[in-house]
C-alpha cells in the first residue's frame, strides 16, 4: 500500500473525505462543498490507509515513508488534501510533516479550508497552500497573506486570488481540466506539475529554493 497515490501527472496525499462524525477528515466543510464534493465522499483502501499512517506515525516517519515513495525519477512536487482536508487535532502534525519535507527539499501544494494550518504553512519555504472559502468579502483580506481559492460549484470553476486587493479581479481560474490566466485569458491545462513547471496558476511567481535532500 502506498501513502502517495497519483492525481494527474503529481503524486498526492488522499484523506478520508467527508465530516467527523461520518468518519471524514472535513472539519469545516460546508454542505455545498459537500454536495459537490468529486470523491462523492467514498471512503477505500487509501484513504484508509493516510489515516491510519498519520494517527500512528511520527512526523518524522511519515516523511520518510514519503520521500522513500517519491524517491529521484518522479517529480519532487505533493499535493495535500488531493481528498478529504487536516482535522483540527492533526494540524500540528500535518504541520511538522511538512516542514519536514520542505528540509527535504521537495515543493508542497494543496488546498485546505483549515484557516490555522493556512496561515501556519504559509510562510514555510517551497510550500504554496491555498485557503478556500466560499465567503467573498474574507478573500481582499486573506488573500494579502497567501493563496485563497473561490469555488464556483456551478460551472466547476475556482477562482484563485493571491496578493491583490481587489477582489473581484482573480489572478487566474482552475477548473477539472484547465487552467485559465486571468491576464491573457489564455486556458492550459489543469495540473499542479505543469503549473509548477511553467510557473502558472498556484504557482506565478513561485521561486524554489534549493534545498539538500
Not at 502506498?2 to 460546508?30: H, I, Q, V
Not at 462543498?33 to 484508509?48: A, E, F, Q, R
Request: a neutral charge.
Amino acid at each position: 500500500m502506498s501513502l502517495l497515490n497519483p492525481d494527474g501527472k503529481t503524486m498526492g496525499l488522499y484523506f478520508p473525505p467527508g465530516l467527523p462524525e461520518r468518519g471524514g477528515s472535513c472539519a469545516f466543510a460546508s454542505m455545498r462543498c459537500l454536495v459537490n464534493c468529486l470523491s462523492y465522499l467514498s471512503h477505500n483502501t487509501i484513504t484508509d490507509y493516510t489515516e491510519d499512517v498519520f494517527k500512528t506515525k511520527t512526523p518524522k516517519e511519515i516523511a520518510a515513508i514519503i520521500k522513500k515513495e517519491l524517491g529521484r525519477g518522479k517529480p519532487p512536487l505533493i499535493e495535500w488534501f488531493c481528498w478529504g482536508d487536516c482535522m483540527p487535532n492533526m494540524t500540528d502534525k500535518v504541520l511538522a510533516v511538512m516542514k519536514a519535507l520542505s528540509a527535504m527539499g521537495f515543493v508542497q501544494c494543496g488546498f485546505t479550508r483549515n484557516k490555522l494550518l493556512w496561515t501556519e504553512c504559509s510562510g514555510l519555504t517551497n510550500i504554496r497552500m491555498g485557503y478556500t472559502t466560499e465567503d467573498f468579502d474574507e478573500i481582499d483580506g486573506l488573500a494579502k497573506s497567501g493563496l485563497v481559492a473561490y469555488p464556483n460549484y456551478d460551472t466547476g470553476e475556482t477562482r484563485l486570488y493571491w496578493g491583490t486587493h481587489k477582489a473581484e479581479l482573480p489572478s487566474a481560474l482552475c477548473g477539472s481540466s484547465f487552467m485559465s490566466d486571468r491576464a491573457t485569458g489564455i486556458s492550459y491545462e489543469a495540473d499542479c506539475s505543469v503549473c509548477y513547471a511553467r510557473k502558472r496558476g498556484c504557482f506565478t511567481d513561485f521561486v524554489y529554493k534549493k534545498v539538500t535532500r
